[in-house]
């Protein structure tokens, strides 16, 4: 459904020149959420931009439901929907009008553009607010409503650009729970994010992004398992104390000096029944951390051990 070959983005030239994409190839079967996950300035948006025809690549070729995106930009753009990073809505018109008003854009006439803004304002829970003014809405609010916007024409391939950065833990659910539906229909997905978790929950193949590249690709559980795990360190008093804390935490427990250090999966947990155990024990620590790798240590563990999916 979206096949990317070669695809670069400069900008600028001479002196200024920035390489925002250095030369990606990609491929998404049809039905599937691929996620695009990297830190700020990997270049997510800018490859976003150009599958939507709103960037002319540099080089290289991209295709969307067969539709090249240079010489067929029309029918690239029947075929997707997107929720953009830079949303275009209008903070003072009202969730419902501004959802007709789209309809009417993509060829519906008044009754059935009423019709797909009432029907979409449902599947995303906006009912209630389709009379307010998207200005007043909340960051989370917001989302869903580019969201339903995307989904206007029906479209086959969905792009949405960090759909959740910003938004608290209920309403990132309350997405991710739309998206996944959207799935089940049929419809194909190019989702960016920041957040590891999201895409672990949410795509089935995840290509990481670092300054203009894939850095490495696979399915969530191929990455995952290429990847630094939790570190729970545990200070003791001293080394001989730290024997008897690892024996007493057991598993994975490694003595370090006076410290005891249990790389896990789960650390919140991990560090939470270490603590416990040493409590039982009747062994006092002297301090107590826990690491968790952040995108960057993933990206340093991917670039720098051997490629570990392909
Ligand atoms: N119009 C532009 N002109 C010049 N440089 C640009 C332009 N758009 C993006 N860039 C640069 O290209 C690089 C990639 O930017 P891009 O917006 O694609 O990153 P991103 O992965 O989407 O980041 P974020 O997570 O912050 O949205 C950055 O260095 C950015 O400064
Ligand atoms: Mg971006």
């Known amino acids: 459904m979206i096949e990317v070959e070669g695809l670069v983005k400069t900008f600028g030239t001479g002196d200024n020149a920035v390489k925002a994409v250095r030369g990606i190839d990609f491929t998404v079967p049809e039905g599937q959420i691929y996620g695009l996950l990297g830190a700020n300035g990997a270049g997510k948006s ?57 309809g009417r854009l993509y060829g519906y006439d008044k009754a059935a553009a009423a019709a797909r803004a009432a029907e979409l304002l449902e599947v995303v829970g906006l009912t209630e607010d389709r009379g307010r003014r998207v200005g007043t809405y909340s960051g989370g609010m917001r989302r869903r409503l580019d969201l ?71 399915t969530p559980d191929e990455l995952k398992s290429g990847m630094g795990a939790d570190v729970v360190d545990i200070e003791l008093a001293d080394s001989e104390t730290a024997n008897r804390a690892a024996v007493a935490i057991g598993n994975d427990a490694k ?14 947990t991990t560090l939470a029944e270490a603590i416990n155990a040493l409590k039982q024990a009747q062994i006092e620590t002297k301090g107590v951390s826990l690491t968790q790798p952040t995108l960057d240590d993933v990206f340093l563990n991917l670039t720098d051990g051997p490629p570990a999916h392909e």
Do not use: C
């Open 255 to 268: 003595v370090i000096g006076h410290e005891v250090r249990i790389s896990t999966t789960d650390g919140p």
């Open 46 to 102: 800018t490859v976003v931009l150009m599958l939507a025809t709103l960037l002319r690549q540099t080089e290289g070729t991209a295709r969307v439901n067969g539709f090249d995106v240079l010489t067929q930009p029309n029918e690239v753009r029947q075929s997707f929907g997107a929720a953009l990073q830079e949303t275009g809505l209008d903070p003072l018109q009202k969730a419902g009008e501004l959802l007709e008003l789209h």
């Open 148 to 218: 339903a916007a995307a989904l206007i024409h029906h479209p086959p391939i969905l792009f949405l650009d960090e759909p959740t950065t910003g938004l608290d833990p209920a309403s990132r659910r309350a997405i991710w729970d739309e998206v996944a539906k959207l799935q089940k229909e049929g419809v194909t997905v190019l989702l960016t994010t920041q957040y590891l978790e999201e895409a672990d929950q949410l795509a089935d193949h995840v290509a990481i992004m670092a300054d203009g590249i894939i850095a490495a690709s696979g």
